[in-house]
């Protein structure tokens, strides 16, 4: 069965590197969210679900509700970008903010969290999850939903946050499923500049990936900037796929209280000043996740736009 997407295709078109989003949680609770929920920014889908377009058995929500919820998210992001394109026809909309209209292609990524962010304690940040959990157990969690997403028209699926070699081997087998028919991404959440949160080693946690056929890119993402150089470089040993950066803005999260605590750096800035230099290094997707911001994001589309 032929994958929907045609990953490699779509970063032809974009000139060999795209522009990955940033941080949506930030960006709802700076228009008013309130995301101090087990389901975090999936909140929204429930009580305001307008903010997400504008920028579940933990929390009660069983069956087809939070499949429908699933379905919603991918649709309103479809929605999204269906209003990008539209507004670049128009030719009212300028994401890059140096007054040239660019019409490049958009993937909406369903994103799929670890195990450990349904434990809503912290989990995908240590990624230790105790001794009773297996491939097998993880698979089966993450099945229904996986499939949830793959039938509600993402382009692509993205394990995100991936804390140990364990999940990635779930996530695997699970791809090579009959009914999983896109590509998807493996993103790995990192402690230092080698090793996954875990402790276990980036460059064994790519390896799994590089051994799965329908994964289309390896990278990081919710990691500190200072260690994204030498995770590429960790990466790059392990497989020839495209690499993808997407990291947070270096500050630290506190899983307790559920809040970000301020670093001492210079915001999007500091941020910034590495993107070049993961270019180089071999990152062919850039983005931002937890704490980056819109401005993040066009500095970003800016600095890639010159290679």
């Not at 304690?121 to 939903?145: A, N, P």
């Not at 382009?155 to 990635?168: R, S, V, Y």
């Not at 210079?266 to 180089?280: A, I, L, P, T």
Request: charged share 25%; glycine share 10%; hydrophobic share 35%.
């Amino acid at each position: 069965m032929a994958l929907k997407t045609d990953f490699h295709s779509f970063l032809r078109q974009c000139g060999g590197c795209a522009v990955i989003d940033g941080g949506l949680s930030t960006e709802l609770e700076r228009h008013g969210a309130d995301l101090k929920d087990p389901l975090w920014s999936a909140k929204c889908l429930i009580t305001s679900p307008h903010l997400i377009s504008k920028g579940f058995e933990a929390r009660g929500i069983f069956g087809r509700e939070g499949e429908a919820l699933l379905e919603k998210s991918v649709k309103v992001a479809c929605e999204a970008r269906d209003l990008y394109h539209n507004r670049l026809n128009k030719g009212s909309f300028d994401i890059s903010g140096d007054g040239i209209i660019r019409q490049h292609p958009v993937l909406v990524a369903a994103s799929v969290g670890s195990y450990g962010a349904y434990l809503a304690d912290g989990s995908e940040y240590r990624g230790v999850y105790g001794c009773d959990i297996s491939v097998e157990t993880l698979k089966d969690f993450h099945r229904r939903r996986v499939q949830i997403l793959v039938d509600s028209g993402a382009d692509l699926i993205a394990f995100e946050t991936i804390p140990n070699k364990l999940e990635a081997k779930a996530y695997a087998e699970l791809l090579e499923e009959k009914t999983i028919n896109v590509p998807a991404w493996f993103s790995f959440t990192c402690k230092d500049d080698t090793n996954v949160v875990s402790g276990d080693s980036i460059e064994d946690c790519a390896s799994i990936a590089d051994s799965c056929e329908k994964v289309v890119a390896v990278g990081i993402n919710c990691t500190a900037p200072r260690h994204v150089h030498g995770l590429i470089k960790s990466i790059r040993k392990a497989t020839k796929k495209p690499i993808l950066v997407y990291p947070n803005s270096g500050e630290t999260y506190d899983a307790v209280k559920k809040e970000w605590m301020p670093s001492t750096g210079n915001g999007d800035k500091d941020f910034v000043s590495y993107v070049g230099k993961w270019r180089v290094a071999g990152a062919a997707l850039i983005g931002g996740c937890c704490r980056t911001t819109p401005n993040t994001i066009r500095a970003i589309s800016k600095i890639l736009g010159s290679y």
